[in-house]
Structures are given as C-alpha cells and as structure tokens.
C-alpha cells in the first residue's frame, strides 16, 4: 500500500541538539510539506516542496531546515535555534495536478525536548 | 496573513446533527478542505469544496459561499466514533492554511 512514512513516532531529544525527523512517501507525489501542530492550535506550515531539489519556506521556518534530493523524501532539522521545538510535527503531500485529492498525511513524530 | 476562524468546541447527543462553521480570509482561493482529527493522530481527508454550493457524502456534507467567505460542515446521524477534532483548511498561493479546529464531543 502506498502511504507516507514518518519516523520514529516519538522522539526525546536535550535542548540544543539538533535532531533530524524523516518523511518518505511512495506515492508519487510531487509535492511534500511539513506542518508543526501545538495544543489549542491549527496546523502551522514550516517548510514545503513543489519539486525535487526546490523548497519554499512557510508561516513558521525559523530555527528550521529541510532538504528534498529524492522525490521520495523530505526530512525537516530542528535546529538549536527553534526557542520551543517540543510540538506534533505532521508531513504530507500531493500530486501537484489532482488539488481535489487533497493532502495525505503521515501519522507524525511526537517531539519532547527535556 | 490569512485567517481561519472556527469555534473550539461543540458537544451534541449521539444521533443528532452538529454543524461546524468556519469562515475564512486568505490571499487568494484554491479550495477548502475539510479533515477529522482523532487525538495524536494523523488527519484524514473529509470533503473538498471549490465552487459554491453543498457537497454530499454520507452523513457528512459540506457546504461553500466564496462572496461570504464562508464554510461548515454539517455531521448527520452522530456516532461516538465522530469525536474527534474538525480541521477547516484552505488552499491558496501552493499553500494550504489551517484553522486552530473544532473538538467534536459526542454524548451517549
């Protein structure tokens, strides 16, 4: 079955390190974003893709990083720099010409910064 | 910046009907989606509306006035399985914008 991977589902992590969380998908999708989720608080969008090699930042990119060599991949870096990183962190994509499909989310990455 | 605005709560009777509103302002117009969000996990796609009108789907429909900037999403026959979290999303710029969503609270 095709689907979007995130992993690990929850991640400890001390403050000041950076910590890398991985998105992958075999759907074929050409485009992929990364959405940060607080308590009380809609989806925010960090970074996003339209296409391989080529990312746009979002609302909230600050203290953030991404890369996307595959088409298959998008991994988000939270750097030292994010002052609050510890949130619900939520990768999805979508075919660029099928809008009515809307996105496809991964089941996320619970990060805790202690 | 865009705006998304959705009431936080709602509680109803299971087998009753909840209508869920979201009004919107946002550089430009794509769609509007609508997800279900059960605790800790991911969304799931409900309903997708970009002209104006009532799309049906089951128990679910969703309906759209672009001129008032304006959606809800209307659950028919409730379950206990519908408590979950109601997310108004729109398209607009590439993008897709989300309000803070509705917690849906179904009771026996």
């Known amino acids: 079955d095709g689907g979007i991977t995130q992993s690990p589902k929850y991640l400890f992590r001390k403050e000041g390190q950076n910590v890398t969380l991985s998105c992958e998908q075999n759907?074929?999708?050409?485009?992929m974003y990364w959405y940060r989720q607080d308590p009380g608080q809609g989806l925010r969008l960090i970074y996003y893709?339209?296409?391989?090699?080529?990312?746009q930042k979002g609302d909230i990119a600050e203290g953030y990083s991404v890369s996307r060599e595959k088409k298959e991949s998008f991994p988000l870096t939270v750097t030292s720099a994010q002052k609050n990183p510890t949130a619900f962190y939520l990768c999805?994509?979508?075919?660029?010409?099928?809008?009515?499909?809307?996105?496809?989310f991964g089941s996320g990455t619970r990060l805790t910064i202690v | 910046g865009q705006n998304i605005d959705q009431p936080t709560e709602m509680t109803a009777t299971e087998g009753a009907i909840v209508q869920i509103n979201c009004t919107y302002q946002?550089?430009?117009?794509?769609?509007l989606f609508w997800y279900q969000q059960h605790a800790g996990e991911a969304p799931t796609f409900l309903s997708y509306?970009?002209?104006?009108g009532l799309e049906e789907k089951g128990r679910f429909s969703s309906f759209l006035s672009r001129s008032k900037g304006y959606s809800y999403l209307l659950l028919k026959e409730l379950q206990m399985k519908d408590s979950a979290s109601y997310l108004c999303?729109?398209?607009?710029?590439?993008?897709?914008?989300f309000g803070a969503g509705t917690t849906v609270t179904v009771r026996a």
């Open positions: 759907l074929n999708h050409d485009a």
């Open positions: 946002t550089s430009g117009f794509n769609g």
């Open positions: 509306n970009v002209l104006d």
């Open positions: 999303a729109v398209r607009h710029d590439y993008k897709l914008s």
């Open positions: 999805a994509s979508r075919r660029s010409e099928a809008v009515s499909y809307g996105y496809t």
């Open positions: 893709s339209q296409i391989v090699n080529d990312f």
